[in-house]
């Protein structure tokens, strides 16, 4: 338990840092805004035509009786925007990182500054490093997206399977979030997802206790704005500490 306050505890201290610093919280915000909106305008679409696309994929059913037909399509088209706003809740983070890059950089930087964190890299250059930050983003979409169908699998499971998939689903996204936002120190020091997975899995309290209350202030519309940027400060500090005081890559 303790392991996982401290982990609640480095979201915490970024929160501070970023609501002492007006300027820090704009450059982080701004990106968090344009990726919110993105997600949300592609869930709304959703929402909009699912009627359509749940009939265009239940067109065996053309031929059941009215409340048999009606009962698939409205469970099938609850499952499938619950699938859409899990994979959009756990991808958040991971598409408002990549549109605000440069901004996240320079926010870790200066968390590190303040908090006295050692800012040395590998000497890979900017090019290696986005190189090595878009080889990571890409393998863990997949990662996420396979995770995300595994609990939409379990979510048709009756009874136990709709109780468990929003817990699975939230862990699912409390790790994610962990291995996203401690990501900017581990590609400076030319460390990959393997690496990040490793180190935070013995931390694992820890880590889920970063991770899990920022996954759910994220599911917070206007919190979001706040949250990514105290997230990535929280997350740099995470790393500092799954990293200790000298890294070297496997």
Same mark, same amino acid.
Request: proline content about 4%.
């Given at each position: 338990?303790?392991?996982?306050?401290?982990?609640?505890?480095?979201?915490?201290? &970024?929160? &501070?840092?970023? #609501?002492? @610093?007006?300027?820090?919280?704009?450059?982080?915000?701004?990106?968090?805004?344009?990726?919110?909106?993105?997600? #949300? &305008?592609?869930?709304?679409?959703?929402?909009?035509?699912?009627? !359509?696309?749940?009939?265009?994929?239940?067109?065996?059913?053309? @031929?059941?009786?009215?409340?048999?037909?009606?009962?698939?399509?409205?469970?099938?088209?609850?499952? #499938?925007?619950?699938?859409?706003? +899990?994979?959009?809740?756990?991808?958040?983070?991971?598409?408002?990182?990549?549109?605000?890059?440069?901004?996240?950089?320079?926010?870790?930087?200066?968390?590190?500054?303040?908090?006295?964190?050692?800012?040395? !890299?590998? *000497?890979?250059?900017?090019?290696?490093?986005?190189?090595?930050?878009?080889?990571?983003?890409?393998?863990?979409?997949?990662?996420?997206?396979?995770?995300?169908?595994?609990?939409? &699998?379990?979510?048709?499971?009756?009874?136990?399977?709709?109780?468990?998939?929003?817990?699975?689903?939230?862990?699912? *996204?409390?790790?994610?979030? *962990?291995?996203?936002?401690? *990501? +900017?120190?581990?590609?400076?020091?030319?460390?990959?997802?393997?690496?990040?997975?490793?180190?935070?899995?013995?931390?694992?309290?820890?880590?889920?206790?970063?991770?899990?209350?920022?996954?759910? +202030?994220?599911?917070?519309?206007?919190?979001?704005?706040?949250?990514?940027?105290?997230?990535?400060?929280?997350?740099? +500090?995470?790393?500092?500490?799954?990293?200790?005081?000298?890294?070297?890559?496997?």
């Amino acid at each position: 338990m303790s392991s996982f306050l401290a982990g609640t505890r480095t979201l915490g201290t &970024g929160f &501070g840092i970023i #609501l002492r @610093n007006p300027r820090l919280l704009l450059l982080g915000a701004l990106p968090a805004l344009i990726s919110a909106v993105l997600l #949300l &305008g592609g869930l709304a679409a959703l929402i909009y035509y699912s009627a !359509d696309l749940v009939t265009w994929l239940t067109p065996f059913a053309a @031929n059941w009786g009215d409340f048999a037909r009606r009962a698939l399509r409205i469970l099938l088209g609850v499952a #499938l925007i619950g699938a859409a706003t +899990l994979l959009g809740s756990v991808s958040f983070i991971a598409v408002t990182l990549l549109i605000g890059g440069p901004f996240y950089e320079h926010i870790a930087e200066q968390a590190e500054k303040q908090l006295g964190l050692d800012t040395s !890299d590998d *000497g890979a250059g900017l090019v290696r490093q986005f190189g090595r930050g878009v080889r990571d983003s890409l393998k863990l979409a997949g990662i996420t997206l396979i995770g995300a169908i595994l609990v939409f &699998g379990i979510g048709f499971i009756p009874v136990a399977g709709q109780l468990a998939a929003p817990v699975l689903g939230a862990l699912l *996204g409390a790790w994610v979030i *962990g291995l996203e936002m401690v *990501g +900017l120190v581990f590609q400076r020091r030319g460390l990959r997802l393997g690496d990040r997975h490793r180190a935070l899995w013995q931390r694992r309290a820890m880590a889920l206790g970063f991770g899990l209350p920022t996954y759910l +202030l994220c599911l917070v519309p206007v919190a979001q704005l706040v949250v990514i940027p105290s997230a990535v400060v929280g997350g740099t +500090l995470l790393a500092h500490r799954a990293l200790g005081p000298v890294a070297h890559s496997a």
